[in-house]
């Protein structure tokens, strides 16, 4: 089994950019694949990376994801930030034993 | 729209039991891997179960603390997907969200999710 871990939260001010972190914690992170989730207070979680580096249609060019191998982890930067981006943010991933993994989870917040 | 609509949330008491339903509308139901995804209050998403389709078996897989207590089944002709859940825990309630999920693992639609409440 494996485990998602990501900071509790991190803050910038508006127009700044931001960087969460999703460490694996054992197995290749590039393994399997990586999706990002938002969650706006009292809605349900929406896309915003998928497939580790992948953006669905209508979500921001300022949202890019990345993995990073030799930290065993994978990145949600947003650039630009606005304040419509305050949210809880998720990695996922998945294994064949493991199946379904969410992240710690994120708090954005803009100041 | 949203097209996965959850119901059959409400307030029941430990060791007693609850089936939730997801109707499913504007996605190809047949073709489509189903998950259980819940969140309890003021916490992180927490995986609960999957079902696969018809052609793929259809079999189940359970998050570890759910297993031998929830199950998972669907109905493809009313494009349903149940949650039975018997021998509910205080720590069972959540928002449970319905939601599709592709071969790469990727959660694409979401429901809005119905609230379970497990209390004396």
């Known amino acids: 089994n494996f485990m998602l871990t990501q900071p509790h939260s991190v803050s910038e001010s508006p127009g700044k950019t931001v960087t969460i972190s999703c460490t694996r914690s054992?197995?290749?992170?590039?393994?399997?694949?990586v999706q990002w989730y938002q969650q706006r207070p009292d809605s349900a979680p929406t896309t915003v990376i998928y497939?580790?580096?992948?953006?669905p249609s209508g979500v921001p060019d300022r949202f890019s994801g990345s993995i990073d191998r030799s930290s065993n982890s994978a990145s949600l930067t947003i650039a630009g930030l606005k304040t419509e981006d305050e949210a809880d943010y998720y990695c996922?991933?998945?294994?064949?034993?493991?199946?379904?993994?969410f992240g710690t989870g994120t708090k954005v917040t803009v100041l | 729209e949203v097209p996965l609509a959850e119901s059959g949330g409400g307030l029941v008491k430990p060791g007693g039991s609850l089936r939730l339903s997801c109707a499913a509308s504007?996605?190809?139901?047949?073709?489509?891997?189903l998950t259980w995804v819940r969140q309890a209050p003021g916490k992180g998403l927490e995986w609960v179960g999957r079902i696969k389709t018809k052609t793929a078996g259809g079999t189940t897989d359970y998050a570890a603390p759910v297993t031998n207590r929830f199950t998972i089944s669907r109905d493809d002709s009313k494009h349903t997907l149940y949650l039975q859940m018997n021998n509910l825990k205080t720590e069972d309630t959540a928002l449970y969200y319905c939601?599709?999920?592709?071969?790469?693992?990727?959660?694409?639609?979401w429901g809005q999710g119905t609230l379970v409440t497990v209390s004396s």
């Open positions: 939601t599709t999920v592709n071969w790469k693992g990727h959660f694409d639609y």
């Open positions: 497939e580790a580096s992948q953006r």
């Open positions: 054992s197995g290749s992170i590039a393994s399997s694949y």
């Open positions: 504007g996605i190809t139901f047949n073709n489509a891997w």
């Open positions: 996922q991933s998945y294994d064949d034993t493991t199946l379904f993994v």
